[in-house]
């Protein structure tokens, strides 16, 4: 009888050690948000595993609740404390939260002189939400002043080694011109096979063109990790006390040879934490493979893609993507037909009662799961 004892605590010790060994390993990327859908809806197998770590896991912002929308009050992270509301048996009892079926867009219009228009109305628009036709738009905003939270991630691998210091400058550039204090805040994050945060959130320009200076060329390429990451883990993540603007800008050839995540997954990161996603490529003169990427990227997120065809075009694009921040229309709406499925629903913005405009938005969004 002791023997048996002794063999059944050896077990369980064995098995607590390698679950906290499991939960300490944070290095690798969790599983897209839609593999965690998919994985839920599997019926459970006979020997589960131990439970991943609990950013993995956790259920991501949906479109409901992008920078637009102010907080639910009946989200418990927001609403007041109410002794009253507690239970009054000390038996665990499920917290309801009600979700609003409200989407935000943020999108650009232009002539076809490719110049900004900045003087329409709600009733210039239609939208078609997964191919129906939206009833009404709720809300309609001119947003030229909105507070940004701006991700600059510079591609800091051997292949942009040759024109890496005036990238950084450009940078530096273009963030003394765009942040403003005590209003906008910006980070820098630099990637090779790895990314580094060389400065986090700050509304400060002089530190902000530190962290792009202390960068060092070196390395391959991770490109979609480093997208990945920082939508998930900074830009998702960020405070806010009211509507602000999110928007990485991303300098890279766009070759990636190194990620974990793969292109559409990163993509899928971006659009569920609204962020725009602008990038710049460095494959002049004549162009590369990685250029079709950032167009991807860009063209999903409702962002821009630039392919400058000399090295002081890359100046002139952080110049467009400054004006394009400052040019934007918001809008939100109830679709119809809405379902809490966790599945892709198609967005599509279109200027009425003026010929010849182009609306830029991006193209969809997750619907919640709950």
């Avoid at 599983?31 to 965690?36: E, K, L, Q």
């Avoid at 109305?121 to 030229?144: A, L």
């Avoid at 963030?175 to 090779?192: C, E, H, I, K, S």
């Avoid at 979609?224 to 603007?245: E, H, I, N, P």
């Amino acid at each position: 009888m002791q023997r048996s004892r002794n063999i059944l605590l050896a077990a369980l010790a064995a098995l607590l050690l390698a679950v906290i060994a499991y939960s300490q390993n944070s290095d690798e990327l969790p599983s897209a948000p839609s593999a965690v859908v998919q994985q839920k809806a599997q019926p459970p197998k006979q020997a589960p595993a131990p439970s991943p770590p609990a950013e993995a896991s956790s259920t991501p912002p949906t479109a409901d609740q992008s920078a637009d929308s102010k907080p639910d009050a009946s989200d418990p992270a927001s609403a007041p404390a109410d002794d009253s509301a507690k239970p009054k048996s000390s038996s665990q009892e499920p917290t309801i939260v009600r979700t609003v079926n409200e989407v935000s867009v943020v999108f650009t219009v232009t002539d076809k002189h490719n110049h900004y228009v900045k003087d329409l109305g709600k009733s210039d628009f239609k939208v078609i939400d997964d191919e129906k036709p939206v009833e009404e738009i709720r809300s309609f905003r001119r947003e030229t002043e909105l507070p940004l939270r701006v991700g600059l991630l510079i591609d800091a691998s051997n292949s942009v080694r040759d024109r890496f210091k005036f990238e950084q400058e450009s940078a530096i550039e273009f963030l003394n011109q765009t942040v403003r204090p005590r209003y906008d805040q910006a980070f820098v994050l630099g990637f090779d096979t790895e990314s580094e945060i060389t400065q986090d959130f700050t509304d400060s320009t002089e530190l902000l063109s530190r962290g792009v200076r202390a960068m060092r060329p070196g390395g391959g390429t991770a490109l979609f990790d480093a997208l990945y990451k920082a939508s998930r883990d900074k830009l998702m993540q960020s405070a806010q006390t009211g509507s602000v603007r999110r928007a990485i800008i991303l300098v890279t050839d766009g070759d990636d040879n190194a990620s974990h995540v793969t292109r559409e997954e990163a993509i899928e990161m971006a659009l569920r934490a609204n962020v725009i996603v602008y990038t710049i490529s460095t494959n002049f003169p004549s162009g590369g493979r990685g250029d079709k990427e950032l167009q991807r990227i860009a063209d999903a997120t409702g962002g821009r893609s630039f392919e400058p065809f000399q090295l002081t075009d890359v100046a002139n694009a952080f110049a467009q993507i400054q004006d394009d921040l400052r040019s934007q229309y918001a809008l939100s709406y109830r679709p119809a037909n809405f379902a809490h499925d966790g599945r892709y629903r198609t967005i599509e913005v279109l200027a009425q009662n003026r010929k010849g405009l182009k609306v830029r938005s991006r193209h969809g969004y997750y619907a919640p799961t709950e």
